[in-house]
């Protein structure tokens, strides 16, 4: 059973910067990626990143709302994740998930997609 958990949100101002991490306990699996969910929207993918399983080599997806400011690492040996944010908006407001799946049944930046959550962390960018 994978069990992951989220840290480092908090409060910013705009243009400002963060970094969340993820920590996994569990099997590792091929697939994580970070979730946030604004008040009154959906939960939509911001980055997720691939590991192919002969190589471990690292592929990465990210929404284009966030391409060239937010950069998503993982260290597969001790099963971590993070996200470095940068050039902070309002829009980025939001709770952010940690996930995870070994089966992309959807695209890696599709919620279906993934199996196992975090309970979340809270980011809020103040204008």
């Known amino acids: 059973q994978v069990q992951l958990s989220e840290s480092g949100g908090g409060s910013v101002q705009a243009g400002g910067s963060l970094r969340l991490s993820c920590t996994a306990s569990?099997?590792?699996?091929?697939?994580m990626g970070w979730f946030r969910q604004a008040p009154g929207k959906e939960r939509e993918g911001v980055a997720a990143?691939?590991?192919?399983?002969?190589?471990?080599?690292?592929?990465?997806y990210y929404a284009d709302s966030v391409k060239g400011r937010f950069t998503i690492s993982r260290d597969a040996a001790r099963n971590t994740m993070d996200l470095q944010m940068i050039e902070l908006t309002p829009e980025d407001t939001g709770v952010y998930y940690c996930?995870?799946?070994?089966?992309?049944?959807?695209?890696?930046?599709?919620?279906?997609?993934?199996?196992?959550w975090g309970p979340g962390t809270q980011v809020t960018v103040a204008s």
């Open positions: 569990g099997p590792t699996v091929n697939t």
């Open positions: 996930a995870s799946t070994n089966f992309l049944l959807w695209g890696p930046l599709d919620r279906r997609s993934y199996e196992y």
């Open positions: 990143q691939l590991l192919e399983k002969q190589t471990y080599d690292a592929k990465a």
